[in-house]
T-cell receptor, first 117, second 115 residues
Framework: NAGVMQNPRHLVRRRGQEARLRCSPM?????VYWYRQLPEEGLKFMVY????????ESGMPKERFSAEFPKEGPSILRIQQVVRGDSAAYFC???????????????FGDGTRLSIL | ELKVEQNPLFLSMQEGKNYTIYCNYS?????LYWYRQDPGKSLESLFV?????AVKQEGRLMASLDTKARLSTLHITAAVHDLSATYFC???????????????FGKGTHLIIQP
């Protein structure tokens, strides 16, 4: 499967716990984008990363949320001290170069459905 | 702040009928995307519209873009049950300011096609 891989597909956490969501980009892609989809809403951009760098985090909440994309391994979206409002589907997309410079659609993974009890 | 509005948000129609979904956006953009999402699934890219007057067709779906009116339409011809899904339009603004690397999505149109 050469697509964007996300895991886990479903994640349940209790309030106050930490959630870690993983995204492995398509082979050869070094740019990753994270989005959040609340129920009955469209996707909202959170953060754009290249390997070892955060390029644009304008959509990321200022507290409790962080993202990384290390030199080796998947991109991680981390949510600390989760609250009920964090319940959502989190999608990532990847591209071989800066997507805004290319005239192609973003290709999305299957998402992680996060439920907070 | 870029705003993307779709209408209608909910649409129930019968097989064989035609209908149009509208997508309005609030800032200059030459790039608009249509996606389909089935319940519990990821987003599937349908169309990429890159210039004023662009029109693309795939099967019973046709999308167009009018950048002057800041409007895109997704037209469904002779609908069939398999087209039931949620359809999103998404826009990438022309400026290179913050957030320009991410798409801005509409809320989606939930389409139900009754057999």
């Amino acid at each position: 499967n050469a697509g964007v891989m996300q895991n886990p597909r479903h994640l349940v956490r209790r309030r106050g716990q930490e959630a870690r969501l993983r995204c492995s980009p398509m082979k050869g892609h070094s740019h990753v984008y994270w989005y959040r989809q609340l129920p009955e809403e469209g996707l909202k951009f959170m953060v754009y990363l290249q390997k070892e760098n955060i390029i644009d985090e304008s959509g990321m909440p200022k507290e409790r949320f962080s993202a990384e994309f290390p030199k080796e391994g998947p991109s991680i979206l981390r949510i600390q001290q989760v609250v009920r409002g964090d319940s959502a589907a989190y999608f990532c997309a990847s591209s071989p170069k800066r997507w805004s410079l290319a005239n192609q659609p973003q290709h999305f993974g299957d998402g992680t459905r996060l439920s907070i009890l | 702040e870029l705003k993307v509005e779709q209408n209608p948000l909910f649409l129930s129609m019968q097989e064989g009928k035609n209908y149009t979904i509208y997508c309005n956006y609030s800032t200059t953009s030459d790039r608009l995307y249509w996606y389909r999402q089935d319940p519990g699934k990821s987003l599937e890219s349908l169309f990429v519209l890159l210039s004023n007057g662009a029109v693309k067709q795939e099967g019973r779906l046709m999308a167009s873009l009018d950048t002057k009116a800041r409007l895109s339409t997704l037209h469904i011809t002779a609908a069939v049950h398999d087209l039931s899904a949620t359809y999103f339009c998404a826009v990438s603004p022309n400026d290179s300011g913050g957030g320009a690397d991410g798409l801005t999505f509409g809320k989606g149109t939930h389409l139900i096609i009754q057999p």
